[in-house]
């Protein structure tokens, strides 16, 4: 549902070349290195884990998808949101993301 909103939001395409966006499968057992750290995938069950990197960015609290995290240029987290965002959520997100690009912060 959340893809589907992003691919027909055209200010939000529009707004792509101003920062990066990534989508990380939190199942994903490939080793990811970040900022210079390699994260695994953390077994939790039989045929269940999660992954390292979707833990560090999404929080220890309770982890759920989609997961909205914005980094500042140090990769720091300045933005957290669990959860689907519904259209006017979104334009609220791009404007603090060009706000972000416009201060170069972002």
């Known amino acids: 549902m ?3 909103y992003l691919e027909k939001n055209k200010d939000f ?3 792509l ?3 990066y966006y990534m989508e990380l499968d939190a199942e994903s057992r490939e080793p990811i290195v970040f900022n210079g750290r ?3 995938y953390r077994p939790n069950g ?3 884990g999660i992954h390292e990197l979707a833990v560090a ?3 220890e609290e309770e982890l759920s998808y989609p997961a909205w ?3 500042d240029k140090d990769y720091r987290v300045i933005f957290r949101y669990h959860g689907v965002l519904n259209e006017a959520q979104l334009e ?3 404007r603090m993301i060009t706000q972000l690009a416009d201060e170069g912060t972002g």
């Open 38 to 40: 390699e994260y695994t």
């Open 92 to 94: 609220a997100l791009m």
């Open 57 to 59: 960015l999404g929080g």
């Open 17 to 19: 070349p101003r920062f």
């Open 69 to 71: 995290i914005l980094l």
């Open 2 to 4: 959340q893809q589907y």
């Open 13 to 15: 395409r529009a707004l």
């Open 46 to 48: 039989i045929k269940t």
